[in-house]
């Protein structure tokens, strides 16, 4: 996919946005979309803003290391309903908050605040 315009980085935000919320089956033309998105952001000098909840932190991170919802949990090695308890801005517990910062690199202050 080639995005040109404004519309169309709207347009292929929406569409990838659907796609986390329902994970397709077939994960190559989500990834295709991701990398569109990506090269026009840094054609564009795009940068994304500093989040300032964990659950934002937790979405760019997702973005940044190309995760999607199940990856991630296996990667802090949670189940992913528990993370979907997280991202749904409920409360982490002491040993989550220690594998965010171990295995993310999530500062620890960060994650003390913004939990």
């Known amino acids: ?43 564009q000098g795009y940068e994304l803003p500093e989040p300032r909840t964990l659950v934002g932190r937790l979405e760019l991170e997702m973005y940044r290391r190309k995760l999607n919802k199940k990856n991630l949990a296996a990667l802090l090695g949670i189940p992913a309903s528990r993370l979907s308890d997280v991202l749904q801005g409920r409360r982490i517990n002491l040993d989550l908050a220690k594998r965010l910062y171990q295995r993310l690199g999530i500062p620890a202050d960060f994650i003390l605040e913004a939990a």
């Open 1 to 43: 996919m080639d995005i040109r315009t404004e519309a169309d980085y709207q347009q292929a935000l929406d569409q990838f946005t659907a796609w986390m919320d329902h994970e397709p089956a077939d994960l190559a033309p989500m990834r295709a979309l991701r990398d569109a998105i990506s090269a026009y952001e840094k054609e």
